[in-house]
């Protein structure tokens, strides 16, 4: 079935700074946990290079446009704004991102800016990071900042990049392990600083929007066991609804307060918190998507250890709670990671009538080791099936009444992955360049690029 999109539907591409800039050192940027953190399964794979879009990025948005996007979801280095986090500005880091705005805008692509993707200024984080309270001071004054600088230009937001993924997977994405006490003050932290930016952005920039960006899988039982339907209840909400129930409700929900509670974690407020919980609300919810999840009560400790390899949906083990489970009726990836196209329209119906707001997807994409032809080819049909598969679901999911307003595929250019280094790309556009040699940099268009290309064009998927 084919389906034709809303005639303002927003068609976009996402990237981070910290997986795509490189210039990790230049015009005064200060280091963050990205560049400073081990990774353990890859060689070099640097972020300090990444895809070199700080010096490439006048040619990166003109290939976007020329693809069509009307949206471009990228993110400001805190550490090119503020070095060690707080204190003076740094201009050259600030005017950066104004010309890559003026850039985007000169081609009539609306900026759509997370302000903090993974990279935590290193100069926090030794200060405690997340964990400490004056790290949210310094985040809403960092917001303020930009805020103040591109709110005349910017109008939509997203606050910080899936807190929900940097804490389940903590050692993979912040290099550490984070004592579970300690994680869930960090969640009231990192919950409480995006409170804190929803209001400023609505005081200070005239239609100024924002949303919270969560990674969100839907979480299915193993079986039809009561038992295994437990563990996806908690799982659910330990994985999605804690964090959604707090930025478009103000609560902490009840199932996610009986998981604190057995595992003994008690949650500092501070005196203001309950009335800005209450009162301080996104405009949308922006979400990325790669897959489905599932899993079973875990039934002897024995069992623990699954071993299976994903960062996004199996690799999860809670004793009492739940484990992940190899779902035996989808499709894997190269990497490992479930394939689930459907489990999206079901992921956007749930949420649409859970919180009844405007849904942006930024993120969903097929991570794969592409080759690059003698002639200049990349011949991606699998990122064509995997994408043409999920934008079905879009459309099944906005004739069903879901309120989705765009869709911004992970990813727009090549970058470095998250823990997988630059073999696993995601671009519509190809970067040249291996694990160990950065080479010249030079940008290719993948088939899918063309194939995006129609999809904006005729706003709709190809018969
Ligand atoms: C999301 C992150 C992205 C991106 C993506 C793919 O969780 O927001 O930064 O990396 O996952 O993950 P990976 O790079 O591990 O394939």
Same mark, same amino acid.
């Given at each position: 079935?084919?389906?034709?999109?809303?005639?303002?539907?927003?068609?976009?591409?996402?990237?981070? =700074?910290?997986?795509?800039?490189? =210039? $990790?050192?230049?015009?005064?940027?200060?280091?963050?946990?990205?560049?400073?953190?081990?990774?353990?399964?890859?060689?070099?794979?640097?972020?300090?290079?990444?895809?070199?879009?700080? #010096?490439?990025?006048?040619?990166?948005?003109?290939?976007?446009?020329?693809?069509?996007?009307?949206?471009?979801?990228?993110?400001?280095?805190?550490?090119? @704004?503020?070095?060690?986090?707080?204190? =003076?500005?740094?201009?050259?880091?600030?005017?950066?991102?104004?010309?890559?705005?003026?850039? /985007?805008?000169?081609?009539?692509?609306?900026?759509? %800016?997370?302000?903090?993707?993974?990279?935590?200024?290193?100069?926090?984080?030794?200060?405690?990071?997340?964990?400490?309270?004056?790290?949210?001071?310094?985040?809403?004054?960092?917001?303020?900042?930009?805020?103040?600088?591109?709110? !005349?230009?910017?109008?939509?937001?997203?606050?910080?990049?899936?807190?929900?993924?940097?804490?389940?997977?903590?050692?993979?994405?912040?290099?550490?392990?984070?004592? %579970?006490?300690?994680?869930?003050?960090?969640?009231?932290?990192?919950?409480?600083?995006?409170?804190?930016?929803?209001?400023?952005?609505?005081?200070?920039?005239?239609? &100024?929007? @924002?949303?919270?960006?969560?990674?969100?899988?839907? *979480?299915?039982?193993?079986?039809?066991?009561?038992?295994?339907?437990?563990?996806?209840?908690?799982?659910?909400?330990?994985?999605?609804?804690?964090?959604?129930?707090?930025?478009?409700?103000?609560?902490?929900?009840?199932?996610?307060?009986?998981?604190?509670?057995?595992?003994?974690?008690? %949650?500092?407020?501070?005196?203001?918190?309950?009335?800005?919980?209450?009162? =301080?609300?996104?405009? $949308?919810?922006?979400?990325?998507?790669?897959?489905?999840?599932?899993?079973?009560?875990?039934?002897?400790?024995?069992?623990?250890?699954? &071993?299976?390899?994903?960062?996004?949906?199996? !690799?999860?083990?809670?004793?009492?709670?739940?484990?992940?489970?190899?779902?035996?009726? /989808?499709?894997?990836?190269?990497?490992?990671?479930? %394939?689930?196209?459907?489990?999206?329209?079901?992921?956007?119906?749930?949420?649409?009538?859970?919180?009844?707001?405007?849904?942006?997807?930024?993120?969903?994409? /097929?991570?794969?080791?592409?080759?690059?032809?003698?002639?200049?080819?990349? #011949?991606?049909?699998?990122? @064509?099936?995997?994408?043409?598969?999920? @934008?079905?679901?879009?459309?099944?999911?906005?004739?069903?009444?879901?309120?989705?307003?765009?869709?911004?595929?992970?990813?727009?250019?090549?970058?470095?992955? *998250?823990?997988?280094?630059?073999?696993?790309?995601?671009?519509?556009?190809?970067?040249?360049?291996?694990?160990?040699?950065?080479?010249?940099?030079?940008?290719?268009?993948?088939?899918?690029?063309?194939?995006?290309?129609?999809?904006?064009?005729?706003?709709?998927?190809?018969?």
């Amino acid at each position: 079935m084919t389906h034709t999109f809303p005639d303002n539907f927003l068609w976009g591409a996402s990237i981070s =700074a910290h997986q795509t800039e490189g =210039a $990790y050192q230049e015009d005064g940027k200060g280091l963050s946990v990205q560049d400073t953190r081990q990774r353990d399964n890859h060689a070099i794979a640097d972020f300090k290079v990444a895809s070199d879009h700080y #010096h490439h990025y006048k040619e990166d948005i003109k290939l976007l446009s020329e693809m069509g996007i009307n949206v471009f979801r990228f993110s400001i280095a805190w550490t090119r @704004i503020f070095p060690d986090g707080r204190g =003076a500005v740094n201009e050259p880091g600030l005017q950066h991102y104004s010309d890559v705005i003026d850039e /985007l805008l000169k081609y009539q692509i609306q900026p759509f %800016i997370t302000l903090n993707h993974f990279d935590l200024p290193q100069a926090l984080e030794d200060e405690g990071g997340w964990g400490v309270r004056s790290t949210v001071d310094a985040f809403v004054h960092y917001a303020e900042t930009v805020f103040q600088a591109y709110g !005349d230009r910017v109008k939509n937001w997203l606050t910080i990049n899936e807190p929900n993924i940097m804490l389940l997977v903590d050692k993979k994405i912040l290099g550490k392990e984070i004592p %579970i006490q300690e994680k869930y003050q960090q969640f009231h932290h990192l919950m409480i600083a995006e409170k804190y930016v929803f209001k400023r952005c609505h005081e200070l920039i005239t239609d &100024g929007k @924002i949303g919270p960006v969560p990674n969100i899988s839907l *979480v299915y039982p193993a079986t039809s066991k009561p038992i295994d339907n437990q563990a996806a209840l908690y799982f659910n909400s330990v994985r999605n609804w804690a964090y959604l129930d707090f930025s478009c409700f103000g609560r902490y929900n009840t199932v996610f307060k009986d998981y604190l509670k057995q595992n003994d974690v008690q %949650i500092t407020f501070a005196p203001e918190d309950e009335a800005l919980m209450k009162t =301080a609300f996104p405009d $949308y919810i922006a979400m990325n998507f790669y897959t489905t999840v599932t899993v079973e009560k875990p039934l002897a400790k024995k069992e623990m250890a699954n &071993g299976i390899s994903d960062q996004q949906s199996e !690799d999860i083990m809670e004793w009492g709670f739940y484990k992940g489970f190899t779902n035996p009726y /989808l499709e894997k990836n190269e990497f490992n990671w479930t %394939i689930d196209p459907l489990g999206l329209k079901t992921t956007l119906q749930t949420l649409y009538d859970r919180y009844n707001l405007p849904i942006i997807i930024t993120e969903n994409g /097929l991570g794969a080791k592409d080759e690059l032809t003698d002639d200049g080819a990349v #011949h991606d049909q699998y990122r @064509i099936d995997y994408l043409k598969q999920h @934008i079905e679901q879009c459309g099944a999911a906005i004739e069903a009444g879901v309120n989705l307003i765009g869709y911004s595929p992970w990813s727009a250019i090549d970058l470095v992955s *998250v823990h997988e280094g630059i073999s696993k790309r995601y671009g519509f556009i190809y970067v040249d360049r291996t694990e160990e040699d950065t080479k010249e940099m030079k940008r290719y268009k993948k088939d899918s690029f063309y194939w995006y290309q129609d999809v904006i064009q005729t706003n709709q998927l190809p018969k």
